[in-house]
């Protein structure tokens, strides 16, 4: 296991996995790698045309969706309109330290991107899902702090990085959560998290300290390929539901996958009921028991 990697993936022929994000970076290169070993790939994107060119880069099967998960509109109409079964949905749209902008549900850009999109999505589509849901969180989850209080934002200064940190923290507990009501309706699916290191993407690349970070220590962080490895690893192996595959690496930095845990706080079934029930709330998504599968 410590040695996996993509040329380790097994057969998807006949297999449908639709991944958020898909345009580039660790999307693009997870859509391309099981695309290769013949899963039918649904490349979800804000931006279709671009969506279009990264998939045309891709031999396989492929088709491209637009989909904003930032915005619960385009998660509903996504959803809707999706007949047939899902075998593998993987969240993996994500920004990072990005100003405050507010989106048209009022959420800021963060947290809709990386928590309440895929929290919606994942419940929306669930009655199509057969196998698991793999939710891309971050190591940086350990930093963040889940505001029961005021989960958009709206009562409190907003800082960048702060709200990255806890809308990855919410994620986790968002993908545990998920796992112990599936397992208590009697469905079969999984909800398992992956996480890709520091990977040298556009993620981070945008800010200054990305920039600086990829000059100067590039040698300690995964490239784009072995970045997705966590989540072609989740996506296809049999693993329990919540496990938590990250990097082997010191610090699950940097190497291949293995199963690691996350923070104490992302385990906390208390505050990841109460999580679920605000969040579906304010999403208006979210049945207390998701359907059996």
């Given amino acids: 296991m410590t040695k996996w990697t993509a040329t380790d993936l097994p057969d998807m022929s006949g297999r449908t996995v639709v991944i958020t994000g898909a345009s580039g970076g660790i999307g693009l290169v997870t859509a391309r790698e099981l695309a290769r070993v013949g899963a ?36 509903r109409r996504f959803a809707a309109g999706w007949t047939g079964p899902i075998d593998v949905l993987i969240n993996n749209a994500g920004i990072m330290n990005v100003p405050l902008t507010r989106t048209a549900d009022g959420f800021d850009a ?17 009655p199509h899902i057969t196998d698991r849901v793999v939710s891309v969180a971050s190591q940086l989850h350990r930093l963040g702090k889940t505001r029961l209080d005021d989960l958009t934002g709206q009562n409190r200064p907003y800082k960048d990085m702060d709200a990255y940190y806890d809308s990855k923290l919410n994620l986790v507990l968002f993908s545990t959560e998920l796992q112990r009501r599936l397992t208590a309706s009697g469905s079969t699916v999984r ?5 890709p290191g520091i990977a040298a993407t556009n993620l981070v690349s945008h800010t200054l300290s990305g920039r600086l970070m990829f000059g100067t220590l590039s040698f300690l962080l995964n490239d784009a390929e072995h970045g997705a490895l966590p989540s072609l690893f989740a996506a296809t192996q049999d693993i329990p539901g919540n496990s938590y595959v990250g990097p082997s690496g010191p610090g699950s ?29 304010l999403t208006g998504t979210g049945p ?3 359907t059996a599968a």
Avoid: C, M
């Fill in 40 to 75: 039918q790939v649904i490349l979800t994107v804000r931006n279709v045309a671009k969506g279009e060119e990264a998939a045309a880069t891709i031999p396989g099967r492929t088709e491209v969706r637009e989909l904003d998960v930032s915005d619960l509109a385009s998660v």
């Fill in 110 to 126: 963060q947290t809709a991107t990386n928590y309440f999109g895929p929290f919606a999505l994942t419940n929306l589509l669930l």
């Fill in 191 to 195: 909800s398992i998290i992956a996480h």
């Fill in 253 to 281: 930095v940097k190497g291949h996958p293995k199963i690691r845990k996350p923070a104490a706080a992302g385990l906390d079934t208390d505050t990841a009921r109460e999580l679920w029930t605000l969040t579906a709330e």
């Fill in 288 to 290: 207390q028991r998701p």
